[in-house]
């Protein structure tokens, strides 16, 4: 199983920016797609955003025109440039692998094992 581990997260204020990168233990291209999730406190981990390996891109609501995910293959590195961010982006942020149509397409994720995420706060 893939080994992802979560980056670039921090404290910034409204309006600002913020890129995450997602490092995968082994190569990704053969990987179905790749998600970012975020849990913030008190809620449900939700989809952001999500990309399958010909390029395809599922955006949630909330972040579409904010978000553009983007992975690099050579280095099986996925990330989430985040833009314009708002007190309610605040969330712990993760990333998963995804095999099948099904995953890349849910709003609600139901895998059982996590990274440590990195933590996006969002407050002047």
């Known amino acids: 199983q893939v080994q992802l581990v979560e980056s670039g997260g921090g404290l910034v204020q409204p309006g600002g920016s913020l890129r995450l990168s997602c490092a995968a233990s082994?190569?990704?291209?053969?990987?179905?797609?790749m998600g970012w999730y975020r849990q913030a406190p008190g809620k449900q981990r939700e989809l952001v955003a999500a990309i399958t390996s010909s390029g395809s891109t599922n955006y949630a609501d909330s972040v579409k025109g904010r978000f553009t995910i983007s992975r690099d293959n050579a280095k099986n590195t996925v990330y989430l440039q985040m833009n314009s961010l708002k007190p309610e982006d605040t969330a712990v942020y993760y990333c998963h692998d995804l095999h099948n149509y099904s995953d890349f397409r849910s709003t609600v994720p139901l895998f059982r094992s996590w990274g440590q995420g990195t933590q996006v706060t969002v407050s002047s």
């Open positions: 082994q190569s990704i291209f053969s990987i179905y797609a």
